[in-house]
């Protein structure tokens, strides 16, 4: 069965450090989400794209965090500098462009710590 | 922004019981998914509903969309040991955004 693919798992940093997070969506799936989940929440919408293009990055810190999908297919998420409160679980979700169906597939996630 | 209001926070049940949480909306949703999500692990989608007073199951689990479109339940029948994580619902209000509850964490005694 076809599964979002995320990595790192974890990833452990210090403060002011670059981290960058990398997603592969399911073949065929041209939405693609960046979430964050910090622990005892569920997850807020970071950016969504729609094949090469950002549809929806209104939640996205763009001061210190930075998403591409440069070919439409996988994508990046960067934060530079990192900070303290950034510390939680980064997930990846995709979806096929349907307007009636709105089935989102989640990838593993990456735990990110910073110090 | 969009509030979802999910309940109980957590339940802590006989194996065997049947479990029910529910989750209800300031507005209006279209859409209505039910999440499982293990520790250190992704959300897996678990139920999708797309009309008002739809009624589905999966295996144990069924779920249905509010006739007001504001809510929506989840129930879990004869539960089992690994029915055990964090249950989660989402609605979408408008093109493809999701709003996730808060989540209601599933213990299990056997």
């Known amino acids: 069965e076809a599964e979002v693919a995320q990595s790192p798992r974890y990833k452990i940093t210090e403060k002011s450090q670059a981290v960058a997070f990398w997603c592969d969506p399911i073949s065929g799936h041209a939405t693609l989400y960046w979430y964050r989940q910090i622990l005892g929440q569920g997850p807020e919408l970071l950016v969504q794209?729609?094949?090469?293009?950002?549809?929806?990055d209104s939640q996205l810190p763009k001061d210190r965090f930075s998403a591409e999908r440069l070919k439409g297919v996988d994508s990046t998420l960067k934060i530079q500098p990192a900070e303290l409160g950034d510390s939680a679980m980064y997930l990846c979700a995709s979806s096929r462009l349907r307007a009636d169906r709105d089935e989102q597939f989640f990838g593993p996630g990456t735990r990110l710590t910073v110090l | 922004g969009q509030q979802l209001n999910q309940s109980p926070q957590s339940m802590f049940i006989q194996e065997g019981e049947d479990v029910s949480m529910n989750c209800t909306s300031s507005?209006?949703?279209?859409?209505w998914l039910w999440y499982k999500q293990d520790p250190g692990e992704g959300p897996v989608l678990l139920i999708a509903l797309y009309k008002a007073g739809e009624l589905t199951s999966n295996g144990r689990l069924t779920a249905q969309f509010g006739i007001t479109r504001k809510d929506s339940f989840l129930n879990i029948s004869a539960s089992i040991p690994s029915d055990v994580g964090i249950y989660f619902c989402?609605?979408?209000?408008?093109?493809?955004?999701?709003?996730f509850g808060a989540g209601t964490i599933l213990r299990v005694k056997s």
């Open positions: 989402a609605g979408d209000e408008y093109g493809n955004k999701l709003v």
């Open positions: 794209f729609q094949d090469e293009s950002v549809v929806d």
């Open positions: 507005s209006i949703f279209n859409t």
